[in-house]
Nanobody, 124 residues
């Protein structure tokens, strides 16, 4: 059974950092582009960052450029999202998703496999 599991969310003060992990089970991530998305109640799911299967292409939403970094460790079958200088407006449920053979996209509808999400709350 193909499964993605996010972890690493939590409560952090403004200016703080978190590292989210997206671990795959039941399949290898080697051939998948991975995207990170976030959603707050009442709003559409928003693309945050993505990384191609070959790791040579990354993309970031303007709102997180310079603060977030996506990376992948295929040996651990895991993709990470390092989030620094967090702001209250980064508060959301964060999801990872997988796209077979993709270059990566910030469009949610292009992804087939999704994790269950992890809550990130930025508040003092």
């Amino acid at each position: 059974q193909l499964q993605l599991v996010e972890s690493g969310g939590g409560l952090v003060q403004p200016g703080g950092s978190l590292r989210l992990s997206c671990a795959a089970s039941g399949f290898t991530l080697d051939y998948y582009a991975i995207g990170w998305f976030r959603q707050v109640p009442g709003k559409e799911r928003e693309g945050v960052s993505c990384i191609s299967s070959s790791r040579d292409r990354t993309k970031y939403a303007d709102s997180v450029k310079g603060r977030f970094t996506i990376s992948r460790d295929n040996a651990k079958n895991t993709v990470y999202l390092q989030m620094n200088s967090l702001k209250p407006e980064d508060t959301a449920v964060y999801y990872c998703a997988a796209l077979l053979y993709g270059l990566g996209s910030l469009v949610p509808s292009e992804y087939r496999y999704w994790g269950q999400g992890t809550q990130v709350t930025v508040s003092s």
